[in-house]
């Protein structure tokens, strides 16, 4: 092969390994196939969502979690329950509705506590 020959063959490699990593790069918000999904109801995105399988006074399981499985959850004095963004009780809560929980576990007996129960329409409040 002539010195030309490699140059240009060279050449087209770097250029070639060029444009393969200019297609990576940083995910730019809002490019998504569906928009961007980080503005919808943040305040909630920590919190457990679920639908209400079995609810008493001590507690409620919830079923079609993200986990999949059922989750079992204990009310304290301190539970809060709101409902349309409203303060409400427990007692307003029904089987088959959609809640969304903020869960505490206890480091010493590793049981589940709801600290604050979410039901109705949820519109984020800042």
Excluded: W
């Amino acid at each position: 092969m002539s010195l030309r020959t490699i140059g240009i063959l060279i050449t087209f490699c770097l250029l070639m390994a060029g444009a393969a990593t200019a297609q990576e790069g940083p995910i730019v918000a809002g490019t998504g196939r569906y928009g961007d999904a980080s503005g919808t109801a943040p305040k909630y995105k920590n919190l457990l969502y679920g639908v209400i399988k079995t609810i008493d006074a001590h507690g409620m399981v919830l079923e079609k979690t993200k986990a999949g499985i059922d989750q079992t959850f204990k009310f304290k004095s301190k539970t809060k329950f709101i409902h349309d963004n409203k303060p409400s009780s427990r007692e307003d809560l029904k089987v088959g509705e959609q809640v969304y929980v903020d869960v505490h576990k206890d480091n010493k007996t590793g049981e589940l506590y709801g600290r604050q129960v979410i039901s109705g329409i949820v519109v984020p409040v800042d």
